[in-house]
């Protein structure tokens, strides 16, 4: 049973590590583009 609650922990702590990174990537993300508009419906008139 210590087995599967060490894998259990493992398992939450690297879904906190893959989300966080996520988070942070996507936080980038939206700065570093923030002023891009490359959208295909994006017609500049």
Known sequence: MEI???VIA???LL???I???AK???TI???FFRD???AKHYIKK
């Open 4 to 6: 599967l609650n060490t």
């Open 10 to 12: 493992l398992l939450g």
């Open 15 to 17: 879904a906190t590590v």
């Open 19 to 21: 989300l966080g990174t």
């Open 24 to 26: 942070i990537t996507w």
């Open 29 to 31: 993300a939206q700065v």
């Open 36 to 38: 891009m508009h490359h």
